[in-house]
């Protein structure tokens, strides 16, 4: 079956740096887009960013355009999502999604904080 594994997460100071790994199974991953959504506490689970399935075109949520950075190795199953000049309002879980087959990963920690 489908299978969506996060990793990457952790503790990190405002303006620094992180990156998350989504180790995908059970499909042909190179056939579908991905996508990253995040879930701060008490709030609703939002997208942050999507890539195609060839990764030839990219989206982001206006808040992390131009720090984050959506990308994905199809001879390794894995969609990665770099997260520079972190935020403390970047803190929450994230998500792995794909969205054809409406699937989520369990999520990984993401807190920034001095």
């Known amino acids: 079956q489908v299978q969506l594994v996060e990793s990457g997460g952790g503790l990190v100071q405002p303006g620094g740096s992180l990156r998350l790994s989504c180790a995908a199974s059970?499909?042909?991953?190179?056939?579908?887009?991905m996508s990253w959504y995040r879930q701060a506490p008490g709030e609703e689970r939002d997208f942050v960013a999507g890539?195609?399935?060839?990764?030839?075109?990219?989206t982001y949520a206006g808040s992390v355009k131009g720090r984050f950075t959506i990308s994905r190795d199809n001879t390794k199953n894995t969609v990665y999502l770099q997260m520079n000049i972190l935020k403390v309002e970047d803190t929450a879980v994230y998500y792995c999604?794909?969205?054809?087959?409406?699937?989520w990963g369990q999520g990984t920690q993401v807190t920034v904080s001095s």
């Open positions: 059970g499909f042909t991953f190179s056939s579908y887009p």
């Open positions: 890539i195609t399935s060839g990764g030839g075109t990219t």
């Open positions: 999604y794909i969205p054809s087959w409406k699937s």
